[in-house]
């Protein structure tokens, strides 16, 4: 047991009284004056206890009768005891006068109908140091607090912390069990220094044994067995009980789950644990949109479905109609894709995809059919590695002739890694993707391939007021020539996406009278983001493009540039409405200003 050399007895005595006086009858407040004085103190210190303190502002904490405030300074005392001896602080004196009266003397029929002052003053005293510390036995390895040791300002939270560090590292070696044991904690007033010895009970070392599942759901649990991938027989591991839960998390199906372990292990050695889940909203509608002055709007709705066949498979079907209002013919896209989770292994999920488009572009037209399968491993959280398999007929009207035939069969692996803080409106992190997608020609098609590097930055400032984003985009097509290559596969500069200010896919490769995209680019996009509100920012921002004719990005790349300013509206739960105003600045593709609108940050 924990033994300290102080006035704890008569503080707890204290607390008792104040849960007696608060069940007495009340009796209105009338005026007030409230005070604290802490001489010698630092003005954080200061500002910590005063916001500790609720008998010096009882409007604030709905203090409505004297005999309330009476029952809360007899709580403070115990309060600022406690916030002072996590600072270091082992013999402070605590004073609450209550109309000059001290409050621990006076009793509740003695207190009279007002309160009309409260001053409290507080002498800290000199701060402690520790002496001898021991905390033992240790696992392997463990890398106590560099506050705990002897001669380190001596706090609560020092202690604490290391003995939360120790039992965790107990847990991490499959002593799932670990608890703190007897403890001991002098404080020696005559040196100023706090002694502490603590006992760590280490428990057995113990192996995973059986999971069961609890909840009102919908998925059935032999599914969500399949998908946790409980490790029985594995020796316990932390890291491992919150894998299980982030696979379950990860399918979308599931609110809520928890992963409890057993209070008691069994006799042969394994310890059970309980799994509790609890489904989201079985199905979803989400609408978006966006506006460019150059190119009009683009519409979106996604349906999902989160539980399709009662083992967490999420379908998607998503609609996009595009250029209403701009120069070109209205287009649009049909989609579906549907996952199903842990069928390939619990880190794996099996995916079905297909799609029917229409694009017209500034510069072609193309009209296509795919469906394919994938699958989608998890290396880590927030790292995922797919490849699929996707046949492609598609039929194009570009700068190199009408109805041109590409039949292909897509072979894309991606690789995603997002660290971010928030991906609809990052202040710190980074992500990056990388995109290899071998293109078998049919039917007399040419065979080429496709590689993307995208990588984005983001710095937060002063407490995030100003964030400092940037993005660089490498991408080239080899294996073909550019006559040989379905438009979609090459690449376009200008607006949205890529260059703000230019004219939407305006910067290519001139082919006569017309243009075809590059089998090379490179974009650079850089913004500063800075806050004005909790809700309001307002942003500067710079785009740079530059399309090739070759596999490769040189000096005879022809380029382009934007410049601009936008406002961000961020609505809680939803994300950032985004406003932009940009003008070219580099090239000649564009002239005069273009105006974009849309949900969540540009990058």
């Known amino acids: 047991m924990a033994r300290f050399w102080h006035q704890s007895r008569k503080i707890s005595r204290l607390a008792q009284r104040a849960a007696l006086i608060l069940s007495l009858s ?28 609720t008998s010096i502002a009882p409007e604030e904490n709905n203090l409505d009768s004297a005999r309330q405030i009476l029952a809360a300074a007899l709580t403070d005392y115990r309060t600022l005891v406690t916030v002072l001896y996590d600072r270091g602080y082992f013999s402070p004196v605590v004073s609450i006068r209550l109309n000059g009266r001290e409050a621990a003397n006076i009793l509740p029929r003695d207190l009279g109908d007002e309160v009309s002052s409260v001053a409290v003053t507080i002498d800290t005293g000199p701060i402690y140091q520790f002496g001898p510390v021991q905390i033992a036995p240790l696992a392997e390895g463990t890398d106590l607090p560099k506050s705990f040791a002897t001669g380190q300002t001596a706090t609560t939270g020092a202690i604490r ?15 799932a069990k670990a608890a703190l044991g007897e403890q001991s904690v002098i404080a020696r007033h005559d040196r100023q220094q706090l002694d502490v010895a603590i006992a760590v009970k280490q428990g057995p070392k113990l192996r995973f044994g059986k999971m069961s599942v609890a909840g009102d759901s919908g998925v059935r649990a032999e599914a969500v067995q399949r998908i946790a991938g409980f490790p029985s027989g594995e020796v316990f591991s932390p890291a491992k009980v919150r894998k299980v839960s982030s696979r379950l998390q990860r399918t979308g199906a599931f609110a809520g789950v928890t992963v409890s372990e057993a209070q008691t292990p069994n ?40 539980n399709l066949f009662g083992a967490a498979e999420r379908l998607r079907l998503e609609g996009r109609i595009r250029n209403i209002g701009g120069p070109e013919d209205i287009d649009g896209i049909l989609s579906f894709r549907l996952d199903e989770p842990a069928k390939l292994g619990p880190d ?10 229409l694009r017209n572009k500034p510069f072609y037209r193309l009209y296509s059919l795919s469906a394919g399968v994938g699958a989608r491993h ?113 690449f376009y500069s200008g607006g949205a996406g890529t260059v703000r200010g230019q004219p939407y896919e305006g910067l290519g490769v001139p082919v006569g009278n017309s243009l075809a995209g590059g089998r090379s680019t490179f974009i650079l996009n850089a913004e500063a983001r800075v806050g004005i509100t909790q809700t309001v920012s307002v942003v ?29 509206y961020t609505v809680p739960g939803f994300g950032p409405l985004r406003a932009d105003v940009a003008w070219p600045t580099l090239g000649n593709t564009g002239s005069g200003v273009q105006i974009y609108l849309g949900i969540g940050q540009a990058f």
């Open 267 to 306: 006799p042969d050695g394994t310890l059970d644990f309980t799994t509790t889940v609890v489904d989201q909203r079985l199905r979803r509608i989400s609408l978006g949109g966006e506006y460019s002055s150059r190119n009009g709007l683009e519409l979106s709705a996604i349906w999902t479905h989160r």
């Open 348 to 357: 794996t999920t099996l995916f079905w995809t297909g799609a029917l488009e």
């Open 540 to 568: 500067g921002f710079y785009d740079y493009g530059a399309v090739g004719a070759g596999e490769f990005i040189d000096d005879t790349a022809p380029s382009q540039a934007g410049a601009g300013v936008g406002l961000r």
């Open 378 to 490: 998890i290396l880590a959280n927030n790292f995922f590695v797919e490849v699929a398999g996707i046949p492609k007929f598609a039929r194009s009207d570009d700068a190199f002739g009408d109805n041109r035939p590409f039949d292909l069969i897509l072979l894309p692996v991606l690789a995603e890694l997002d660290r971010r803080n928030d991906s609809l409106d990052p202040s710190r992190g980074y992500y990056a993707q990388a995109l290899v997608r071998p293109m078998i020609g049919l039917r007399g098609s040419k065979t080429s391939a496709t590689g993307i590097l995208d990588g984005r930055v983001y710095l937060g400032l002063f407490g995030d007021r100003l964030v400092l984003a940037g993005r660089a985009k490498l991408g080239t097509t080899f294996g073909a020539e550019i006559e040989e290559i379905s438009p979609e596969f090459l």
């Open 26 to 53: 009340t009796s209105p407040l009338l005026a007030f004056d409230g005070s604290i004085s802490v001489p010698g103190a630092d003005e954080d210190l200061t500002a910590l206890l005063t916001l500790a303190t």
């Open 161 to 175: 912390d290391a003995g939360n560090v120790a039992v965790q590292a107990w847990r991490n070696t499959g002593h």
